[in-house]
Every structure is written in structure tokens, then in C-alpha cells.
């Protein structure tokens, strides 16, 4: 009796592809309207680069067939065809269905048969479906690659009608213009009550446990953030349904993985390359890494409908996350195929269905931002600390406003008054909001406030060694607002030269410089209080001290 989202990442081409599935018909049987509180959400699936579907119309005079053509790349493949035609009524016997190898052919009406040939083993088997449908499943085992062509046929008058074949197994796509690659959202996206979700690229590279960096490309070039992932299934459904409904972040997506993942074990889809820093989690790609998004969104609905007894069911939630979608210039035009509705926009999905936040206790009197140019600085003040729970701050650029991403900030907390320091990962423009948790739960967004980061230093500056007290080395940090000649100087406290850290032209930015507590002639130096010094050609100087300890 308890709320549930379910999350299937699983899926293939084999069925109608119109909801009539027994997967498809189990999933409408647990959710939708007047079903509350329970949703299933699909992957769309992984086939949108290739060319797995293929339709025509019989022809009403039974001596004109329509054949296509497709290829096999494999020897000893074995190739599933899955064939629906629309014949009223639905007869097998009103229907020919003839295979063509490279060298021989095999012909067939009825409920089925089978051969051998040299070019491979062929099994043709009919039977009714539903009220309108005659269900062909074509098995090849390959002994010759090549081209292979399917012809139908219908007896005249009523063997006629719309037919679509799907290449469910083994290494074959349509030759075009036989094959396309439409309605490939295959079972269980299809089923009528399940949100099927497609695939876009929310980020284009990563850094490995290696160190080593990789980028991710699509046919050979490299893909990018916002665009619509190459493999995504597209639909509609067979019926004319719009599939997938909504789109999710699904390439290059880091999650954790199973340490029966590791690479090389045979069963694992990680390379090397994919296990990032840490060896916890593993970069990968797929609409099943685009599903669990929405599944996520989806639970935090049922949680917040739960705590205001409201119940709602799996099409309400759908229809109002279609409505939310955000569309783009990636995107374009929506719905369609592709993106079905859009991207999912989750803020506005809450907006809509609960309208604004609950007021919370907290009583944000100002949120800020500043920047020297090298780091964005957050200030912030609250009337009432003492029902503070939490601040979450997101950060967003300007080519991707909604995009927020979280970044967990280190406050410095001094009463009413909190500050959070942010270095972006590139220069551009951002936006910045604040998320107040009370302690009740309740939240609210506050902002955004717009920082246009260059990465460079505004000012000189020298920093603090860290660690002081040190032993036997300290790390000391600087910024440069140009390039320039510059030296960094220790010295003792009678102001004799002791080791001279930098001396020559830096580039403009942030540095940093490690002394090792030794002298210019590599003796370890004394215990005691030293002076380090920043200088500059121009004739910036500051200096500032450290403390030896042996």
C-alpha cells in the first residue's frame, strides 16, 4: 500500500511494438489512471543508430510482391526477424513469405516451414495475433554473408494490408532505402502506461583513475553537452504513439559500479578507461543510464504527494512531466521522435504539481556574489541561524541556465553571516542559487546572482604557507594577475637569502611552489621563524612568515 517507481532498463525488438506485448500488457495492468501511486518508467532503448526497422503495404494483386533487402556481416549469426502484418482476417494462409540468399531461395505460406541450404538454414513460422495481425518470426541461421532479401506476399483482396519487420538478433540492418530507423522504442518502452525516456549528452568527457583524459565521440566525432545521444531509440510506437515521452542525461554518465564489473573479467561493459578516481564508480552511456533519472524525479514526487495525501497516478504524472519538459535549440520542435516532449525539467515539474515551495523558517536577508577574477565569492545573511539546517548551492551557465549542477559548499559560518568560495571549472558566465534546508525540511531557491568568471587573478597576491608549523615542507601559493618576471625569496630572520623558490617569467594565474625546508646548498635549515617574498619586475612586493619545526 506503500508508494513505488519502478525502473526497467531492459528491452528488445521483438513484439508488435504497440503495447499489445504480454510485457507491455503486464505493465498496464499494474499502473495507470485511476492506478495511484504507482509508476513504471522504461528505457527507450539503445538502437537509434541502427537500421533495424522496415515497412510497405501488400499489394491487393497477389502476383506483385514487395521484398526487402538486408545485410549480414557475420558467418554463423543467427538473424530473428520479427514480422507483423495487418490482414483482415487474420489468416496465415493469406500470406507468402519468401527468404532469398545470396544463392538460393525458400518460399512459404501458411503457419510455417523450414530448410537447409548452403546459404543457411532458414525457418519461417506464422500465426495469428490479437484481431488484426498475422505474426511472422523469420530465424536464419547464416552459413553465407552478404545481401538476403524478405518478399511478402498476399492472397488477392484480402491479403492485403500494412506490414513492419523488426531484426531483433544477430549482427544485420536493412539495406536503405528498405530500412529506416524509426519505431525502434521496442518492448517495454511501448506499453501504453510506462514513461519511456530517451537519451541526451549532459557531459562530453572525464578523467580516469589514471589520470588520463577521454572524450566521448559518435561516429568519430565527439558528441556534445545538450544534444540528443546518437543511440537513443527513436519512436513512434507502431500504433502512432508519441515514445519515448521525455528525455534524460544518459552519455557519459559516472555511477557506482559492482565489483563483478572490474575490467577484463569477460562480463564487464568497463574498459579501463572508464573506471574513474577512486575505483568506486565507472563512466558508461545508454538510455538505461537515462531511465533512473526520471525515476529519481518521480520518487521525490510520490514523497512530497505522500506528505500532502495526494495520489497521483502514473498518467498524471507523465502528462505533467511532458508539460514541464524544456525545450531547446537541441531539441527543436517538440514533440517528436526523438525527444518525445523534451528534457526533463524537474523544478518546473514540482512548480506545476505543488505549486511554490512551503514556507520555511528561514529568512534570507541577502545572497551575493562577487569575483577577483581567479574565484566567485557567496555571501549571505539570515535572520534567524538558529533554525539553519543545511544550504545547498547549484551553479549553472549561461548556454545551460537550468542545468543546475550541486555544489556542496564548505560554509564559513560566523552567526547570521555564511560565505562559500567557488573556482568553476572554465571561464564563462554563471548563475548561482541558494537552497535553504529549515529545520522542519522545508526549502527554498533564492537567486540566481551572475558572475562572469575569467580564471585570472585580479590583484597580486601571496598566500599563507600551509601547513605553518610545518615539517619538513610547506606548500605556498600565488597569484599573478599577468605574466611577469617574478622571484619568491626565503629568508631567515637576519634577512639572509636562504633558498630562492622562483625566480624567472610565470604566466598570468594561480601557482603554487613547495619549500622543502632545506637551504640553496640542500642543508636542512634550522627551526625557527622565516620570511618568504613575493616580488615582481614592476615592483609588487609582500611578504609573509612561516615557522620551522624539528
Known amino acids: 500500500s506503500r508508494p513505488w517507481v519502478t525502473n526497467l532498463s531492459l528491452g528488445g525488438q521483438q513484439g508488435p511494438h504497440d503495447g499489445r506485448s504480454a510485457e507491455d500488457s503486464a505493465i498496464d495492468n499494474l499502473v495507470g489512471s485511476g492506478n495511484p501511486r504507482k509508476v513504471v518508467v522504461a528505457a527507450a532503448g539503445n538502437d537509434g543508430e541502427r537500421r533495424l526497422h522496415s515497412s510497405g503495404t501488400l499489394n491487393a494483386n497477389s502476383a506483385v510482391s514487395v521484398s526487402k533487402s538486408f545485410t549480414v556481416t557475420t558467418a554463423g549469426s543467427v538473424v530473428g526477424i520479427d514480422l507483423w502484418t495487418q490482414i483482415s482476417p487474420n489468416i496465415p494462409t493469406l500470406l507468402s513469405t519468401r527468404v532469398t540468399g545470396p544463392d538460393t531461395l525458400f518460399e512459404v505460406s501458411g503457419s510455417g516451414g523450414s530448410a537447409n541450404h548452403t546459404d543457411g538454414d532458414i525457418s519461417i513460422f506464422s500465426s495469428p495475433f490479437s484481431n488484426t495481425d498475422v505474426n511472422t518470426s523469420v530465424t536464419i541461421t547464416i552459413k553465407k554473408t552478404g545481401t538476403w532479401t524478405i518478399s511478402l506476399k498476399g492472397a488477392r483482396g484480402s491479403g492485403t494490408g500494412n506490414f513492419d519487420m523488426w531484426i531483433y538478433s544477430g549482427n544485420a540492418s536493412w539495406t536503405p532505402p528498405d530500412g529506416d530507423f524509426s519505431r525502434l522504442v521496442g518492448t517495454p518502452g511501448s506499453a501504453k502506461n510506462a514513461i519511456t525516456v530517451g537519451a541526451y549528452v549532459s557531459k562530453a568527457s572525464w578523467i580516469d583513475q589514471n589520470n588520463a583524459g577521454h572524450t566521448a565521440t559518435a561516429n568519430g566525432v565527439a558528441v556534445v553537452p545538450g544534444n540528443v545521444a546518437s543511440f537513443t531509440s527513436p519512436g513512434p510506437t507502431r500504433d502512432g504513439r508519441q515514445k519515448p515521452e521525455i528525455s534524460a542525461p544518459g552519455q557519459v554518465i559516472a555511477s557506482s559500479f559492482s565489483s563483478d564489473a572490474t575490467p577484463g573479467n569477460g562480463l564487464s561493459i568497463f574498459g579501463t578507461g572508464s573506471i574513474l578516481v577512486g575505483g568506486k564508480q565507472a563512466i558508461a552511456q545508454g538510455t538505461s543510464m537515462a531511465a533512473p533519472h526520471v525515476v529519481g524525479a518521480v520518487a521525490l514526487v510520490l514523497e512530497e504527494a505522500a506528505k500532502r495525501a495526494s495520489n497521483l497516478d502514473a498518467i498524471q504524472i507523465r502528462s505533467l512531466m511532458q508539460a514541464t519538459a524544456r525545450a531547446d535549440a537541441a531539441t527543436g520542435t517538440v514533440p517528436n521522435a526523438q525527444w518525445g516532449s523534451g528534457k526533463m525539467n524537474v523544478d518546473s515539474l514540482f512548480f506545476v504539481i505543488f505549486g511554490d515551495p512551503l514556507p520555511n523558517a528561514i529568512t534570507l536577508t541577502s545572497f551575493a556574489a562577487e569575483t577577483d577574477g581567479r574565484r566567485v565569492a557567496l555571501a549571505w545573511h539570515i535572520s534567524n541561524p538558529s533554525n539553519h539546517a543545511g544550504f545547498h548551492v547549484y551553479r549553472a551557465t549561461t548556454a545551460y541556465p537550468e542545468d543546475r549542477i550541486r555544489i556542496t559548499p564548505a560554509l564559513i559560518i560566523g552567526g547570521p553571516h555564511l560565505s562559500y ?130
Open 421 to 550: 568560495d567557488d573556482t568553476p571549472p572554465t571561464p564563462g558566465t554563471y548563475h548561482y542559487w541558494l537552497a535553504d534546508v529549515d529545520i522542519t525540511g522545508h526549502s527554498t531557491f533564492h537567486g540566481p546572482v551572475t558572475m562572469v568568471f575569467t580564471g585570472l587573478p585580479a590583484v597580486f597576491r601571496l598566500g599563507q604557507s600551509r601547513p605553518n608549523p610545518f615539517n619538513p615542507s610547506t606548500l605556498i601559493e600565488y597569484d599573478l594577475p599577468r605574466q611577469t618576471h617574478v622571484s619568491l625569496t626565503v629568508y631567515n630572520i637576519l634577512g639572509q637569502e636562504v633558498a630562492r623558490l622562483v625566480d624567472g617569467v610565470r604566466q598570468a594565474g594561480r601557482h603554487t611552489v613547495t619549500w622543502n625546508g632545506r637551504n640553496a646548498q640542500g642543508q636542512p635549515a634550522s627551526s625557527g621563524v622565516y620570511l618568504y617574498r613575493l616580488t615582481d619586475i614592476a615592483g609588487f612586493v609582500e611578504s609573509r612568515r612561516m615557522l620551522l619545526l624539528k
